[in-house]
């Protein structure tokens, strides 16, 4: 039987954070969408066609070295605009989504085009700032050579990105729960993603 919870929202609201608990909590696969368009992004600068990246696309490249660089999101947001690149990563989302025993997706466009039937949709958001600052202290933590106003620079002009562009852009899907993680501790943001999948987990099962 499966599950599918999405979760949606702008980088670095806390979405990868949240997901991996809630899977860890009801024993669901995780997927971090994310990866996948990191993953091409990292072989355009690479050199690498985009397309070509997309469709030659391996789970075992999700796992070689580190994809979260501030330098790697950017080619990633890039990437993420061009309408083939996209087509070519549905599949393996959709079938992952379809696993048995349930599954959590974030990204982008999980609730509104990968997974618009999902059992649980979440948007997760924060202000700019706080999200900068959470990102500014995940890079430095690894000894990334970034300063605050740069990481804050590099989130906007990514949201703006993701937001703007004609092909899935990021939006919360109409029947969408949003939660504003701004003022709200992991664990808060945690429980009350909790709370909204154990309303429709029982109907399913
Ligand atoms: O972790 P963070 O929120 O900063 O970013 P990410 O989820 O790893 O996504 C990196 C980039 O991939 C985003 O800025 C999007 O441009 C793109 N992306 C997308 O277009 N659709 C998805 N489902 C997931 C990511």
Do not use: W
């Amino acid at each position: 039987m499966s599950f599918t919870v999405a979760i949606d929202g702008p980088a670095a609201a806390g979405k990868g954070t949240i997901s991996k608990a809630v899977a860890t909590h009801f024993g669901f696969a995780h997927l971090d969408t994310g990866l996948l368009y990191r993953a091409v992004g990292r072989r355009t600068l690479e050199g690498v066609d985009a397309l070509e990246a997309a469709q030659a696309l391996t789970a075992e490249e999700l796992e070689q070295g580190d994809l979260r660089t501030a330098e790697i999101a950017q080619a990633a947001s890039k990437v993420a605009v061009l309408p083939e690149v996209r087509a070519a990563l549905v599949d393996f989302q959709r079938a992952f989504s379809r696993r048995a025993g349930g599954a959590v997706l974030d990204g982008r466009d999980i609730g509104t085009v990968i997974c618009p039937d999902a059992e649980v949709k979440l948007f997760v958001t924060a202000s700019a700032e706080v999200r900068a600052e959470r990102r500014f202290l995940e890079l430095s933590a690894k000894g990334a050579d970034v300063t605050r106003e740069q990481v804050l620079a590099d989130v906007r002009e990514r949201d703006a990105r993701d937001a703007e562009r004609s092909t899935a852009p990021m939006k919360p899907a109409e029947d969408a729960v949003q939660l504003d993680t701004t003022d709200l501790s992991i664990e808060a943001a945690l429980a009350k993603a909790v709370e909204v999948i154990n309303v429709k987990l029982p109907a399913t099962r």
